[in-house]
């Protein structure tokens, strides 16, 4: 295992932006959950994943917050290209 020393400075912006854009992805699909229960579920049930959904967006926003802190504003990544680019599989779009 390489040492955090060991990785390049745009390799780290690069590691930082994706583990964003990854943890923006999954607060949305919670909150999006957070929806679908509130219009589903009796109020019992839906009091109980409620509360359980919270607790993991509340978790995700700390993480993303902590992590938002080592972002280099300077440094130019799109996330978008990034996943869909051959590296990926997937056919470039224009």
């Known amino acids: 295992m390489k040492s955090k020393e060991q990785i390049t400075e745009p390799d780290f912006q690069k590691l930082v932006a994706l583990v964003?854009?990854?943890?923006?992805l999954r607060r949305t699909m919670l909150e999006n959950r957070e929806q679908e229960v509130n219009q589903q579920l009796s109020s019992l049930e839906r009091d109980a994943e409620l509360e359980q959904l919270d607790d993991q967006i509340q978790q995700l926003q700390r993480d993303y917050d902590h992590y938002?802190?080592?972002q280099d504003p300077a440094f130019k990544f799109n996330s978008q290209r990034y996943f869909q680019g051959p590296s990926m599989g997937l056919p470039q779009q224009p």
């Not at 964003?20 to 923006?24: C, E, G, K, S, Y």
């Open 20 to 24: 964003l854009n990854d943890l923006a």
């Open 68 to 70: 938002r802190q080592f």
